[in-house]
């Protein structure tokens, strides 16, 4: 039977990025997974989804200076996507092999008594047992993916096909990232979200400056609406849909369902004497630490937010703990990010939430409109919002942009080191470039603003 300090289940995200931290930390460690590494986040949805928006964004600006109209190759498009995703996945194998992490491509079917039992027929042991298997797309109840006509994001994001209209159910991160691939695809896509507003996890003006420009590029949406059920007839899928306007009938080609995901837990013994959430994620401490000993859990079997930057934070909080000196500080903050065109960021407290608690509190707010970095990449309507407190600290920033990601990384920084507008009035940035208008801002609520009356 082969020992190891360490066996992670999970080659995504947490469970990689734990390997990696515990073997520098001395740890011998051994990872398992059926699919390889990766996991969803490189493989299947975060790589390839920035992967293919971006060469779509090229092909638009090229579409803009060509005299005649420029044809998508969307084989050349799937091939640029999965040499992206091969690329990455070889630089954590390297990694893997010079840090002496060992990996068994297989499925674990059981943990018992640090012993941890391979559908290969093996078994191994661990002093300490991680627990990264992710997470899998809910389906709407009654209508189970079938990769042909009813979509999960993974098959979306791998370009089955060429669609004429589609229809994507939900509007949070997946599906506007989703939409806005196929409109630039050239399809008709219309959006189903049962709420009110897009991205309901953000700040009330990014939802609403979103769904206002999406609506510009031909994105339809019908909010506060419910799908009522799926017919496939004659190669057509009909989407029944129960909207304040009474019912409709969407004709689609196919349909993206992205109303969330559950936990990937099918692993029996000792696993199934986790306590759970009411959603069925396991919950651990403060450590990534379960209700048994030998057992940790990272990433999104570990609980919202199912996100890769908090499954990073997840694994480098547990192996500083298990094998490091346990002085790792969680931010405080966690920058929630869509990536569609345009997109947008919310970092820190939202207006609500400033006045749901109380708080003195300030708003400024920059129109990318006005910035020269903006204009030369494009017609960018976006803007910058920062909350600020009483004494000046920044509380939360939020945003919408065409280049969401020229803007997230500082407002992560700002955020979570609470610097106050004084402090960011005297940081001097770059021209011409998207990251003025966090200057802008400082000297708005300084009262020296320039570019904006």
């Known amino acids: 039977m082969d020992e190891y300090d360490v066996v992670v289940v999970g080659a995504g995200p947490g469970g990689y990025l734990s390997a990696i931290r515990l073997a520098k930390l001395g740890a011998h460690v051994l990872v398992v997974d059926k699919e390889g590494i990766g996991g969803e986040c490189l493989n299947y949805a975060c790589i390839p989804s920035k992967t293919l928006l971006n060469y779509l964004l090229a092909w638009e600006y090229a579409s803009k200076v060509s005299e005649s109209p420029v044809e998508i190759d969307i084989d050349r498009l799937r091939e640029i996507r999965n040499a992206v995703v091969k690329e990455l996945v070889g630089g954590v194998e390297y ?32 002093e300490y047992v991680v627990l990264a298997t992710g997470s899998r797309p809910r389906n709407l109840p009654g209508v189970p993916f079938d990769g042909e006509w009813v979509w999960s994001s993974r098959v979306a994001l791998s370009l089955p096909r060429r669609v004429n209209t589609l229809c994507v159910v939900g509007a949070g991160a997946a599906g506007l990232e989703i939409a806005s691939i196929y409109r630039l695809l050239g399809s008709e896509v219309y959006v189903v979200e049962i709420l009110d507003r897009v991205a309901p996890f953000m700040d009330i003006d990014v939802s609403k400056r979103l769904r206002g420009l999406l609506g510009r590029k031909g994105i339809h949406f019908l909010l506060n609406s419910r799908v009522n059920g799926i017919n496939i007839r004659d190669s057509r899928v009909n989407v029944s849909v129960s909207s304040p306007g009474g019912e409709v009938t969407l004709g689609c080609d196919a349909v993206v369902v992205t109303i969330g995901r559950l936990p990937n837990i099918d692993i029996v013994g000792d696993v199934e004497y986790l306590r759970r959430d009411e959603h069925g994620f ?35 909080v547990l192996s500083e703990y ?46 990318l409109a006005g910035l020269g970095g903006a204009k030369i990449s ?51 940035f770059p021209h011409p470039t998207y990251s003025e208008a966090y200057w802008e801002l ?11 009356v």
């Open 282 to 316: 396991i919950q651990v401490d403060d450590h990534q630490a379960t209700n048994i000993d030998y057992i940790y859990a990272v990433g999104d079997v570990a609980g919202p937010p199912l996100l890769a930057h908090k499954a990073y934070w997840d694994a480098i």
């Open 442 to 452: 400082a000297g708005s609520a300084l009262g020296r603003g320039l570019h904006i």
């Open 378 to 428: 494009g017609k960018d309507m976006g803007f910058v919002k920062i909350i600020r407190g009483a004494d000046g600290r920044i509380l939360g920033i939020h945003g919408v942009s065409n280049k969401v990601s020229e803007l997230v990384g500082i407002a992560s920084v700002l955020t979570e080191l609470g610097v106050g507008v004084g402090e960011l009035g005297r940081v001097m």
């Open 322 to 367: 298990l094998f490091g000196d346990g002085g790792v500080d969680r931010p405080r903050v966690i920058p929630f990010v869509i990536y569609s065109y345009p997109g947008g960021f919310s970092i820190g407290l939202t207006e609500d939430d400033a006045s749901e608690r109380s708080l003195d509190f300030f708003v400024d707010v920059y129109p």
């Open 95 to 126: 990694l893997f092999k010079r840090l002496g992490i060992h990996f068994k491509n297989a499925k674990v079917d059981r943990i018992e008594g640090h012993k941890v039992y391979l559908d290969d027929g093996s078994m191994v042991r661990g």
